[in-house]
């Protein structure tokens, strides 16, 4: 069952980027960008599967130390499949809430969508490195049009 659902997240989460992606302007995309409906669906998997880490196994994150590298490489050392899953489901959050922000901000701004194509594609690949990607072109783009 953890299998099934952890597949049913990391798959849609593919759908909601297409949709940023390649159909800025549906409705559906429109209101998955005006409100974290998507960030919220996988923040209720993340609680779902961090709620399984506590029978005992692996790594205890209330244990952990974040204050160190080693403490952080322990609890990825230490991981289950259920404890990995919920992480997995905190990047895709995050990163779709950053990615469903650059496309909200670039029509604010009045950015052509061709040019926030990249940086969706890296942050949703790379994370961090899409956004800076987009604040860089973001800033371009301000510069040059004012």
Known sequence: MTTLIFSIFNSLII???????FFPKKRLTISIINYPYIPVLLGFGYIYFMFLTFNGEGANIFE??????????????????????????????????????????????????????????????????????YVIISKVYLLKNK
């Open 15 to 21: 759908f909601f980027w297409i949709l940023l992606i």
């Open 64 to 133: 952990a130390d974040f204050s160190s590298l080693n403490g952080i490489l322990d609890l990825f050392l230490n991981a289950t499949p259920e404890s990995a899953a919920a992480g997995w489901l905190h990047y895709l959050a995050f990163d779709f809430w950053m990615g469903a922000w650059i496309l909200k901000n670039s029509k604010k701004i009045l950015i052509p969508h061709i040019f926030i194509i990249l940086p969706l594609l890296f942050t949703f690949i790379l994370g961090p490195v899409g956004v800076i990607t």
